[in-house]
């Protein structure tokens, strides 16, 4: 068993009586499933980066639980199919714990730093050329068979439309 977190983004027209039924329906599933729910916080109504189900809020609910795997997949599956849940996502928190005690910095630490001022670097040395210059004398002569390609150049009264089925029925007649 390891510990998890789940975050899911509630419909935001889903009334105060929903919210809550929701959120305790999904414990009360968690529970059911041997997982043991150490936090369940409630974050109100945010903006969302981008559109979801032509929504553009949503009601975010973060659970810390203790769990199986199977009962993560279960609680997975049902959150899927359930309605007024937009999104979900379940992690296994282990691993952010375990990085945090041994120093390194989480992702969302390092995004937000204040940005550091770039270090002046030395200027880089001119570079040489790799090789000697390839002049026109050094290229062989190739004759194109497409005449296209020879550098003639077209224009639209020297190309020829090609002849179709209708165009050669109607100069029949």
Not at 63 to 85: N, P, Q, W, Y
Not at 150 to 156: D, E, F, L, M, R
Request: aromatic share 4%.
């Amino acid at each position: 068993m390891h510990d998890y977190e789940l975050v899911y983004i509630l419909d935001p027209d889903l009334t105060e009586d929903a919210v809550n039924g929701l959120m305790e329906r999904i414990s009360t599933l968690a529970t059911t499933q041997g997982a043991e729910i150490r936090n369940q916080e409630r974050w109100e109504k945010r903006r969302l980066a981008y559109e979801i189900n032509k929504k553009r809020e949503g009601t975010y609910v973060v659970m810390e639980f203790h769990a199986s795997a199977a009962a993560v997949h279960e609680l997975d599956r049902v959150l899927k199919i359930t309605e007024g849940i937009l999104r979900q996502m379940i992690v296994r928190a282990d691993e952010a714990v375990k990085a945090k005690a041994k120093g390194v910095s989480t992702a969302v630490e390092t995004m937000a730093r204040e940005p550091q001022a770039p270090t002046p670097q030395a200027e880089a040395p001119a570079v040489e050329s790799p090789g000697p210059d390839i002049t026109q004398a050094d290229v062989p002569d190739v004759e194109p068979t497409d005449p296209a390609i020879s550098g003639a150049q077209v224009t639209a009264e020297s190309v020829e439309e090609p002849e179709t089925e209708a165009a050669g029925a109607n100069a029949a007649e």
